[in-house]
């Protein structure tokens, strides 16, 4: 019997401990951190503080803004150059609003009323004070336009020519909205109707590197308070903060050098250094340095040769309809805008090498293109051993427009008066063709690309007539001819290639005097490459298009 009780006893000790081990488990699991969750994944502790050690804050940065339209108005008749109506920005941040046209109100640059085409780049930045933790903001870009009023008694209208509404996130330091990070016009950038805007976002972070405190401790995993804009922990020569705003992974090393996502000839690297002036890896870029010259000092002619401001945003305009962004460096960039002695005649052989090895500096080579603005030219010439198609020469004189342009297309001027020499408008839209046309060449659109099969019939008195639009040679007349041959090809010419509506296109020019009464010189009519619509004989100009081309080893094309 006292072997049972003591048989019992020990029997309940054991059950007792056993609930006892039970009951510590079941607890202890409670009240420790959960590692895991119900599928057996680890769970990371979150860092959920947006702004600690630092008041919360909100930059934002219109970089850029440049006005559309001014092409159509250039081809009306005007003694004056037509500016854009009065306008002004307007900046709202859950609620609070900055307007650019009221001083009072300004807090950033850039304030006061603008009536230019382009603001030029780093234009304004405005600053608001944020509530402590809040995770996200509204925000509002508008551009509103002050339009004349009309009669007597009519008022001042202020239109809306732009609204840009956007969402920007505290943890990530990324925005959604009318602009995001995969959109077809690239991120910070927005293509509107009337406007093209640059914008950027940023927040007040501990360590300045635009990287938010919540991305670097649950993401990243870097240190909050420790710069990141210059550190690479993959060492592949881009620091973490550009990685990151680009999505790549900053612990994975990448071939930056060679990487080029949107094909314009820019890998990364270059893309990272040229941030300033607004490179998007994902959206393609063209870098020009333009200098100008020194002025014939004749007093008809110009005071100086240089691509106005005019002509500029006019070519700009054409590339930007076709996701193409042209950054052109007159000064404004650093090293553009020189002004070079006055030359009667830039040859391609001679006269550019000088300004291009003194003038372009090496290290811009392969990056930029470079163009000239001189008194007598129109080419493209490679100048060094590499023979690339980087450097060109444009006419900028008055001499050459009213030559070339004015004498060719004197009945064409009388009948068209809008688009004729005698509206003091058309030397702007002469000189962008005339620009666009040996830009067209260095990025590939180069005679005989739009190469066809002509039947043999065509091909009469063994000519070449019909070989191709681009440069077409049928309006360099063949040594020898008569007149009359001379007159019967250049028109079957012109004929032929009609249908290339391309500022490529020599055929559009007309030529002859009695020709202009038909069609203006292609230079000022004809401001576009062609998209191959246009029926018969057309070539597609921006399908063509080789970004890259300025940067390879081509072969010779004698009169480009």
């Given at each position: 019997?006292?072997y049972?009780k ?9 059950i ?10 079941i607890?202890l ?5 959960k590692?895991?969750?119900?599928d057996?994944e680890?769970?990371?502790?979150i ?8 008041k ?6 219109i970089d850029?803004i ?6 159509e108005q ?10 854009p ?7 709202t941040?859950?609620?609070?609003i900055?307007?650019?046209s009221?001083?009072?109100?300004a807090q950033g ?5 603008l009536?230019i085409?382009d603001?030029g780049?780093d234009f304004?930045?405005?600053?608001e ?5 809040q995770?996200?903001s ?5 551009i ?15 239109v809306e020519?732009?609204?840009i ?7 990530t330091g990324r925005w959604?909205?009318d602009?995001?990070?995969d959109?077809t016009d690239?991120?910070?950038h927005?293509l509107?109707e009337n406007?093209?805007?640059?914008f950027?976002?940023?927040q007040?972070?501990?360590?300045g590197d635009?990287?938010?405190y ?14 990141d804009?210059q ?10 903060a550009?990685?990151?705003?680009w ?5 994975i090393?990448?071939?930056h050098?060679?990487l080029?996502?949107?094909s314009?000839g820019l890998?990364?690297?270059i ?6 002036w607004l490179?998007n890896?994902?959206?393609q ?10 002025s014939?000092g ?5 005071p ?8 500029q945003?006019m070519?700009i305009?054409?590339?930007s ?8 460096d ?5 090293e ?9 005649t830039?040859v391609?052989e ?12 090496d290290?811009r080579?392969?990056i930029f ?10 080419w493209?010439?490679?100048q060094d ?18 030559a070339?342009?004015g004498l060719?297309n004197?009945f ?9 020499f005698?509206n003091p408008?058309?030397k ?11 830009l067209?060449?260095s990025?590939g ?10 039947p043999?019939e ?6 070449t007539?019909y ?18 041959e001379?007159?019967?090809?250049h028109?079957?010419a012109?004929t032929?290639?009609?249908n290339?509506?391309s500022?490529?296109n020599?055929g559009n020019?007309g030529g002859?005097?009695?020709h ?20 018969g004989?057309d070539?597609d100009?921006w ?10 080893t081509a072969?010779?094309i004698?009169?480009?």
């Amino acid at each position: 019997m006292g072997y049972t009780k003591n048989k019992y006893f020990w029997l309940w000790i054991i059950i007792a401990v056993a609930l006892i081990a039970i009951i510590a488990v079941i607890i202890l699991r409670e009240t420790q951190d959960k590692t895991e969750n119900d599928d057996g994944e680890p769970i990371i502790d979150i860092d959920d503080r947006i702004s600690p050690g630092i008041k919360q804050g909100l930059f934002v940065q219109i970089d850029r803004i440049r006005r559309r339209g001014l092409e159509e108005q250039m081809r009306t008749y005007g003694r004056k150059i037509p500016k854009p109506n009065p306008y002004y920005c307007v900046i709202t941040t859950d609620g609070t609003i900055f307007n650019s046209s009221i001083l009072s109100t300004a807090q950033g640059s850039g304030s006061g009323l603008l009536t230019i085409w382009d603001t030029g780049y780093d234009f304004i930045q405005v600053s608001e004070d944020i509530p402590e933790e809040q995770p996200e903001s509204m925000i509002s870009l508008q551009i509103i336009e002050i339009q004349p009023k009309r009669g007597i008694f009519g008022k001042e209208t202020h239109v809306e020519l732009e609204k840009i509404d956007l969402t920007y996130d505290y943890r990530t330091g990324r925005w959604s909205g009318d602009d995001t990070l995969d959109d077809t016009d690239g991120y910070g950038h927005y293509l509107g109707e009337n406007c093209e805007v640059w914008f950027t976002l940023t927040q007040t972070d501990p360590d300045g590197d635009n990287i938010p405190y919540w991305t670097e401790v649950n993401i990243l995993h870097t240190d909050p308070f420790v710069d990141d804009s210059q550190v690479d922990p993959d060492q592949d020569g881009i620091p973490t903060a550009w990685e990151w705003k680009w999505e790549y992974d900053p612990y994975i090393p990448n071939n930056h050098t060679i990487l080029d996502p949107d094909s314009d000839g820019l890998p990364n690297s270059i893309e990272y250094h040229l941030q300033e002036w607004l490179a998007n890896p994902f959206y393609q870029d063209i870098y020009v340095e333009v200098d100008g010259m020194q002025s014939s000092g004749k007093r008809s002619d110009y005071p100086v040769y240089m691509l106005w401001n005019e002509s500029q945003q006019m070519v700009i305009e054409k590339f930007s309809r076709h996701a193409i962004t042209l950054h052109i460096d007159d000064g404004r960039m650093g090293e553009g805008g020189d002004i070079v002695p006055y030359a009667e005649t830039t040859v391609p052989e001679m006269g550019m090498y000088e300004y291009y090895h003194n003038s372009f500096s090496d290290d811009r080579k392969g990056i930029f293109h470079y163009c000239l603005i001189s008194h007598r030219a129109g080419w493209i010439f490679p100048q060094d051993a590499g023979n690339t198609y980087d450097a060109f020469s444009v006419s900028g004189s008055r001499d050459v427009f009213w030559a070339d342009y004015g004498l060719n297309n004197i009945f064409y001027s009388l009948l068209h008066p809008d688009l004729s020499f005698f509206n003091p408008r058309t030397k702007y839209v002469w000189l962008a063709s005339l620009f666009m046309h040996e830009l067209g060449h260095s990025i590939g659109l180069m005679p005989g690309y739009c190469q066809e099969l002509v039947p043999d019939e065509l091909k009469e008195n063994d000519t070449t007539y019909y070989f191709y639009g681009n440069d077409n040679q049928s309006i360099k007349f063949l040594e020898g001819d008569t007149f009359q041959e001379q007159w019967k090809n250049h028109g079957e010419a012109i004929t032929y290639w009609a249908n290339y509506v391309s500022c490529m296109n020599y055929g559009n020019q007309g030529g002859l005097i009695l020709h202009g009464l038909l069609k203006p010189t292609y230079s000022a009519s004809i401001l576009d490459y062609s998209d191959g619509t246009h029926g018969g004989h057309d070539g597609d100009d921006w399908g063509n298009i080789d970004l890259t081309f300025f940067q390879k080893t081509a072969p010779f094309i004698e009169g480009a």
